[in-house]
């Protein structure tokens, strides 16, 4: 049985760095694409960044060059590192999984949420000016 278990979030002033980490289980024989998406209150849900099982990576705009995806295999480990922070950013923040599912950096990661069908509890992140 797949399990998501995202932990990290927290509040931060403007500017801040916050890490979120995803716990992954029940992936035994194959390494999935794994994504974080992120709510915030009144709003749709958004992708934020995604990763595929060859390392190839994708992020939404309005996080390129602040915001790095990354995966520890060994220890079935995703990453956020979140790095000047913006109250904009504050949102609940969901990891997701899925299998078979490969894209090239250049692939909008909104459109790439339909394929994710396993997630997280989400972990809140709040960012005060």
């Known amino acids: 049985q797949v399990q998501l278990v995202e932990s990290g979030g927290g509040s931060v002033e403007v500017g801040g760095s916050l890490r979120l980490s995803c716990a992954a289980s029940?992936?035994?024989?194959?390494?999935?694409?794994m994504a974080w998406f992120r709510q915030a209150p009144g709003k749709e849900r958004e992708g934020v960044a995604a990763i595929d099982p060859w390392g190839i990576t994708t992020y939404a705009d309005s996080v390129k060059g602040r915001f790095t995806i990354s995966k520890d295999n060994a220890k079935n480990t995703l990453y956020l590192i979140m790095n000047s922070l913006k109250p904009e950013d504050t949102a609940m923040y969901y990891c997701a999984a899925t299998r078979g599912l490969s894209f090239s950096p250049t692939t909008a990661i909104q459109a790439l949420a339909p394929f994710f069908n396993y997630w997280g509890q989400g972990t809140q992140v709040n960012v005060s000016s």
């Open positions: 029940g992936f035994s024989y194959s390494r999935p694409s």
